[in-house]
């Protein structure tokens, strides 16, 4: 059974400081990576893909990174702004089509 | 102009009740799936349907009955509601899956408080 850890839980970082947010799953054989952002009392926002095959995604000051043969993915934003604050949330698809979620790393960014 | 939408977005209801939850996607897209998000944050799926095709069904009580009339649709119906039942609940809905590239779109979900 895929399990899916995201660590910190928490953090809490000053506007401009770099965001690093760490996802490991249990079973490497995923078909894809997602990252998603939650806003408090709403719905999940896509961020990122990764495709099993690829190393990394990026997408403005977002970078994802994927070692699929140590079970992890980083998820890298710069220069991190008050509007990045959010629960960010790492998603695996192994071959059948259920996604597994973390709990989340919950980010607030001082102003 | 929104995506994926449900209705209603907050739900207050007592123990026993019958209530349904829906949900519309104007994507496009042929795959929708129920989720639900526990006090704890963790999302896990419930359903998932494939052009009107049940193709996820987990370990869920039979009291939740999802029901796909078209694939822009899938209704969330729960007989006999009972306090663990309250959560936030997800629609969400994506291209085909095995596809490579297979974003879920998520929905602003449904709070269910069940007294």
């Known amino acids: 059974k895929q399990e899916v850890t995201q660590i910190p839980a928490a953090l809490s970082v000053p506007e401009g400081e770099n965001l690093v947010l760490n996802c490991s799953f249990t079973?490497?054989?995923?078909?894809?990576l997602q990252w998603f952002r939650q806003d408090p009392g709403k719905g999940l926002t896509s961020l990122l893909l990764i495709q099993s095959s690829q190393r990394e995604q990026t997408s403005g000051r977002l970078n994802a990174s994927l070692d699929k043969s140590s079970g992890r993915s980083t998820l890298y934003i710069a220069a991190s702004q008050p509007g990045d604050s959010a629960t960010y949330l790492c998603a695996v698809r192994p071959n059948d089509y259920k996604l597994s979620f973390g709990a989340g790393t919950t980010v607030t960014v001082r102003a | 102009d929104t995506a994926v939408s449900q209705t209603p977005k907050y739900l207050v209801t007592q123990m026993g009740n019958d209530k349904s939850i829906k949900c519309e996607q104007n994507l496009g897209h042929d795959t929708m799936y129920w989720y639900k998000q526990d006090s704890k944050k963790f999302l896990k799926i419930m359903f998932s349907?494939?052009?009107?095709?049940?193709?996820i069904n987990e370990t869920v009580p039979n009291r939740f009955s999802p029901k796909s009339p078209d694939k822009a649709h899938l209704n969330l119906h729960i007989n006999s509601l009972e306090l663990g039942d309250s959560a936030v609940y997800f629609c969400?809905?994506?291209?085909?899956?095995?596809?490579?590239?297979?974003?879920?779109?998520f929905g602003p979900g449904t709070r269910l408080l069940v007294l």
């Open positions: 349907y494939n052009n009107k095709e049940l193709i």
């Open positions: 079973d490497s054989a995923i078909y894809n």
């Open positions: 969400a809905s994506s291209q085909v899956p095995g596809g490579l590239q297979e974003t879920q779109y």
